[in-house]
């Protein structure tokens, strides 16, 4: 829990303070690249981190995650130029990719069916404290001292979760080393690389850029379903789409997380602190949806309470634009997120259990490792589509209101997706396919 907590301030401290840092380097037309540098390392962190965790157990990637995102903070609180601030950023994401996946193995691996449930409820409420104080630090840092504290901040908090943590891994090592470990290793090196060449292509807004960023996405596809279960690409009834669906809700909300602090520091005046509070009201909400699914059976088939909870993100997103395109006070925005929130914790951890119940005991880690790459993947394709059309918009005079809307309603689509397929998380009960 106390890693958790760790990345939640770091999630939220640099979303809070982005759109500072984002000021000051004069990168506003490549905002984008500060979240995706993270995402698109955490990929490949990912892989690496389920093929070890099922090879040795979870101690040694949990170990090396924490020391690649202390350093990469260093690393990006001293960038002076983008290339520098990318770097740091893809070393704190190999730092979370590893952490996230070490943790959910550790899940696994020490608890029983039935428990896993609360244990991602209690995973859910690690986010509350961060999310409540990290926009106040992170803003104040930002504001009155420099952007760069808040990255030179997660260092130091790195001591006590490891303190923490170390004397109890130990009873979680030993594994068998997975099959394919070559062809899987350089299935994500070629993802990570595709991802890479698509954020760079749509930012580029040239023939060049598309050609680019279309070769990288078929290479993609090729590349990541050696990393997924059988048929997932294809959304197969059961463990298949119960992957994917993972990616398709978390590429909705994050994709709108990306541009809610800059759309109300650009079209509503709010200061950065102000902003990233109403990313603060998203703790909260999210460990009560957690809690909610946590009251569930852990053997209960999930698909109704992810179909429930993607209908409540959805709705939410198509609500945000409320906050920038009418009169009413930006707080509205506010409430629009705490209700995505909801539903992201009612679904996210559902997912989780019911790709561990539909895991053997031996895919653990791949499958663990399989679900955050998903997030990962649809997540930077979504941020930078949308990335594209926020740079053409800083391009030809400044992001708009309407704008930032248009790029909402771009994300709630994948919600409304998620809602359409959560009935093929539900497997085929002798060879007769379960009602959608």
Request: no cysteine.
């Amino acid at each position: 829990m106390s890693l958790i907590t760790l990345l939640a301030f770091e999630a939220i401290g640099t979303a809070t303070a982005m759109p500072v840092v984002a000021q000051d380097l004069d990168v506003l037309s490549a905002y984008t690249w500060a979240f995706n540098a993270y995402v698109v390392a955490s990929l490949f962190a990912m892989v690496v981190g389920g093929l070890w965790s099922d090879a040795t157990g979870p101690r040694a990637p949990l170990l090396t995650g924490v020391g690649a995102l202390a350093f990469g903070s260093v690393i990006a609180g001293a960038a002076m130029n983008l290339p520098v601030l990318v770097v740091g950023r893809a070393f704190q994401g190999i730092g979370g990719g590893l952490m996230i996946v070490g943790v959910y193995v550790l899940i696994a691996r020490a608890y029983p069916v039935d428990v896993r449930p609360k244990a991602f409820s209690v995973l859910a409420a690690a986010w509350v404290v961060p999310s409540l104080v990290g926009p106040l630090v992170a803003g104040f840092l930002a504001e009155q001292v420099s952007w760069r504290a808040v990255f030179w901040v997660v260092p130091v908090l790195v001591v006590l979760p490891l303190l923490l943590l170390v004397p109890h891994l130990a009873a979680h090592q030993g594994g068998v080393p997975p099959a394919a470990l070559r062809r899987r290793l350089v299935a994500g090196i070629l993802a990570t690389v595709a991802l890479f060449a698509i954020q760079d292509g749509v930012l580029r807004m040239s023939m060049v850029g598309m050609v680019e960023s279309v070769l990288a996405f078929a290479v993609l596809i090729a590349s990541v379903g050696h990393l997924l279960p059988d048929g997932a690409l294809t959304f197969r009834r059961g463990l298949p789409t119960s992957v994917m669906m993972r990616g398709v809700i978390a590429a909705g909300f994050f994709s709108a997380e990306v541009f809610v602090p800059l759309a109300m520091v650009e079209t509503r005046g709010l200061t950065v602190t102000q902003a990233g509070l109403i990313l603060a009201t998203a703790a909260g909400m999210w460990a009560t949806g957690s809690y909610v699914q946590s009251r569930l059976p852990g053997e209960q088939d999930r698909s109704t309470a992810v179909r429930a909870g993607a209908a409540i993100v959805a709705l939410a997103l198509l609500t945000l634009p409320l906050a920038v395109l009418t009169t009413l006070p930006p707080w509205i925005a506010a409430l629009s997120w705490a209700l995505a929130a909801f539903g992201m914790g009612l679904s996210i951890p559902s997912i989780s259990v019911q790709v561990m119940r539909l895991s053997p005991a031996s895919e653990l880690g791949a499958n663990s490792s399989a679900v955050q790459i998903m997030d990962s993947v649809l997540s930077v394709v979504v941020i930078s589509l949308l990335g594209l059309w926020h740079a053409a918009a800083v391009a030809s005079g400044g992001a708009t209101a309407t704008t930032y809307a248009l790029l909402w309603l771009g994300s709630a689509t994948m919600a409304l997706l998620a809602v359409v397929l959560a009935g093929r998380m539900r497997p085929a009960i002798d060879g007769v396919a379960a009602p959608l």
